[in-house]
């Protein structure tokens, strides 16, 4: 079975600087890896995901994240925050099955954003 | 093009209850997805319909939960009884295509809360 780890749940960095949110995946095969954003009150939002190809994925938002086969790692890194980033992010591998994806998603990462 | 669409948004009810979440899919999407996050814990896969048929429902967590997608467009997610532990957030997420490579998109959520 998949599995994801997100082992920070919380980070704090300031506006302005760098940002990056450690995920690492549990799967048997090639993992279709996605990031997810949940600002306060809102829905999840797709930032990237990675299938094939470019290990390096770019996503919306000026968000990054690099696929790591040898280390079983999908970051996600973004090079200057903006207040507005501050939310919940989710990691999630999907597992091909019955026509679609399901997705195990990792326990998230609170982001805080000071000013 | 509308997203994914879940009705209500947000929902109180007392333990004993019934309620009925909705679900409206992007429009020519086969694929609909149930998933939730608990407080405090991971968002986790409830089932997975393509069209009409339930394709897996491994993660309902118990016969109080009853999930129906007549003809194949929106779906519902009833909860009866509720139970407290059954607050949480309910997301609907749904795809297009079969097989690998699709990418899913999820509703803002319906947030449910049992007193």
């Known amino acids: 079975a998949q599995s994801v780890t997100q082992p920070d749940i919380h980070i704090t960095v300031s506006e302005g600087a760098s940002l990056e949110l450690r995920c690492n995946y549990s799967?048997?095969?090639?993992?279709?890896l996605f990031w997810y954003v949940q600002s306060p009150g809102q829905g999840l939002q797709l930032l990237l995901k990675?299938?094939?190809?470019?290990?390096l994925v770019q996503g919306i938002k000026g968000f990054e994240a690099e696929f790591k086969r040898s280390q079983s790692s999908f970051n996600l890194r973004k090079p200057s925050v903006h207040w507005s980033d501050a939310a919940e992010y989710f990691c999630a591998v999907g597992a091909k099955g019955g026509g679609g994806n399901k997705l195990t998603f990792g326990t998230g990462t609170q982001l805080k954003v000071e000013l | 093009e509308a997203g994914v669409t879940q009705f209500p948004s947000h929902s109180v009810i007392e333990k004993g209850q019934t309620v009925t979440l909705r679900c409206d899919p992007i429009s020519g999407h086969d694929n609909l997805y149930w998933y939730r996050r608990v407080m405090g814990k991971e968002i986790k896969f409830l089932l997975h319909?393509?069209?009409?048929?339930?394709?897996?429902e491994s993660g309902m967590p118990n016969n109080r939960f009853l999930a129906e997608r007549t003809g194949g467009t929106y779906s519902t997610l009833k909860v009866q009884p509720a139970e407290l532990e059954d607050s949480g957030v309910y997301f609907c997420?749904?795809?297009?295509?079969?097989?690998?490579?699709?990418?899913?998109?999820f509703g803002e959520g319906s947030w449910l809360t049992v007193v």
């Open positions: 319909f393509v069209k009409e048929s339930k394709q897996d």
């Open positions: 799967y048997g095969a090639t993992p279709y």
């Open positions: 990675y299938f094939s190809g470019d290990t």
């Open positions: 997420a749904s795809s297009h295509r079969t097989g690998s490579g699709n990418t899913i998109y």
